[in-house]
């Protein structure tokens, strides 16, 4: 590697990862002004959903404009621009590419000017059909400016937006197949969009006379505000400064929402779809505690996704619980390595172990998935080297062992360990004194027993075609 090259952290690569998070905000109240404002805050809290690109359109009611760039919420906006975004209404959008080169203009929200003015887009999902839609409408002379498929949707609303704006919403949404959780914005409404069947999360919520459109719900306490209710799959809702209306309603859905995000993309106080975060990742831990009891010391978890399950699994065995790895917090997604030998290192400045806790004990650590296993071998090794005796590994999530097409970025399914070694093979492999993992009955179980959850990653079964090609 060279010298001053940057990269991704192990412990970050060897994990899913979200592809964004949006956020928009309408106050219905005169003389309201601080929208922009609200959606930096909601970004704030999002920020670990996408950390490449972020960006806020923004409206006064008269004209829709845009502040966009490549970084974090915080290096991309400053109080002063903040300050010169006058709104009533907002959306923001924090991104990790995964269709769509990571440049900036690709960064989100995008937008279009058509017949009835302007119209900004900010999605967080992966459009199964974009590549065949596309096509359709480059021959019928519509000019791209991104790769990004969230602009398919705006250019299929702007070229039906004779027949009116909700119309030509509505045969957007029912033209684009894939997960979507989308936020409009145009100079006097804001839109919220999810798919039909719920892949990716939206909420709604209230703070005096406005409404917020949130993927999750911490996003509201960020602001103050409260949460009210998730957009139903298949539902549009328009907020103007009149109220808000549910302009579309599937009536018979297939609720896959992605399991994923209760197991380790969403932040632990968010609440989906009726399921607290935290609580869920708890009752997975006391499930696998229950099915794979093993004898040990101490409860740890792998900070931070781990942990919920980890205080779970000690609740339900009776083993007490212990910090036993300690996160830097300070660090980035990425950070400079300045030699190979110091790169070795890397997974002691990111995560190090507390002797005080392990040293002569056995070990019960969780962590809520194995994906390349790379992480696991060397969490494993840096307990084992601070004198942990025996190290017991339990997952808080089935197997991964297929891609995912629905926004989520994924290995190649090679890459993926479960998918060609069997559990003992991969007990080996990472060293661990025993390796145990939640059936997909028992996630379930743990997401409060109905099967209306998107578990392809982990069945190779998906609620809808996967495209072709991939
Ligand atoms: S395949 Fe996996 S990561 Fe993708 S939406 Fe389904 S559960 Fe989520």
Redesign the pocket.
């Known amino acids: 590697m060279n010298g001053n090259s940057r990269f991704v952290c192990e412990a970050d690569e060897d994990k899913?990862r979200e592809e964004c998070g949006v956020f928009g905000f309408l106050d219905t109240s005169e003389q309201s002004t601080d929208a922009s404002l609200m959606t930096y805050y909601g970004l704030f809290a999002l920020q670990h959903r996408g950390q490449e690109s972020c960006g806020i359109a923004f409206s006064n009611g008269e004209q829709v404009e845009f502040k966009k760039d490549m970084g974090l919420v915080s290096e991309v906006f400053s109080r002063n621009a903040l300050d010169q975004m006058v709104s009533f209404a907002a959306i923001g959008h924090v991104r990790y590419s995964t269709k769509g080169d990571s440049k900036r203009i690709n960064a989100q929200p995008i937008s279009v000017n058509y017949k009835l003015g302007t119209i900004a887009v900010a999605h967080n999902g992966t459009l199964v059909n974009a590549e065949v839609v596309r096509e359709l409408l480059e021959d019928g002379g519509v000019v791209f400016q991104t790769d990004s498929d969230s602009e398919v949707i705006l250019n299929l609303i702007a070229r039906s937006a004779k027949r009116g704006f909700q119309t030509a919403v509505k045969e957007a949404m029912q033209a684009v197949k894939g997960?979507y959780a989308i936020v409009m914005l145009t100079e006097n409404s804001l839109i919220g969009a999810r798919d039909p069947y719920g892949?990716r999360p939206l909420c709604l919520g209230k703070k005096g006379d406005a409404y917020l459109l949130s993927s999750e719900s911490c996003a509201f306490d960020s602001v103050g505000a409260e949460y009210i209710r998730d957009v139903k799959p298949g539902e549009i809702v328009m907020i103007t400064k009149e109220g808000i209306q549910s302009i579309h309603e599937v009536e018979q859905t297939i609720t896959s929402t992605?399991?994923?995000?209760y197991i380790y993309f969403a932040r632990p106080d968010s609440k989906m779809d009726g399921i607290d975060i935290y609580k869920a990742r708890e009752r997975a831990g006391e499930i696998l505690a229950n099915k794979h009891p093993v004898e040990a010391d101490v409860v740890t978890g792998v900070p931070d996704s781990g942990i919920p399950s980890a205080v779970g699994y000690s609740r339900a065995s009776g083993i007490p619980y212990e910090i036993g790895l300690v996160k830097n917090k300070y660090i980035g997604r990425t950070f400079i390595a300045p030699t190979q030998e110091l790169r070795e290192h890397s997974v002691h400045v990111k995560m190090n172990a507390l002797k005080a806790n392990v040293q002569g004990k056995r070990i019960v650590l969780i962590d809520d998935s194995i994906v390349r296993g790379t992480t696991s071998k060397r969490l494993i090794t840096l307990l084992k080297e601070a004198g942990a005796k025996e190290v017991h590994l339990r997952i808080s999530s089935p197997q991964v062992q297929?891609p995912?097409?629905?926004?989520?970025d994924?290995p190649y399914r090679s890459d993926l360990m479960a998918s060609h070694n069997s559990i003992e093979q991969m007990k080996q492999l990472i060293g661990a004194d025993s390796l145990e993992f939640l059936s997909t009955d028992e996630l379930i179980e743990s997401l409060g027993g109905a099967n209306r959850?998107?578990?392809?990653?982990?069945s190779g079964v998906?609620p809808l075609s996967t495209p072709v090609g991939i």
Do not use: K, L, R
């Open positions: 899913f997960s892949i992605c399991a994923f995000e297929y995912c097409y629905f926004g989520i994924t959850f998107c578990i392809g990653c982990f998906y």
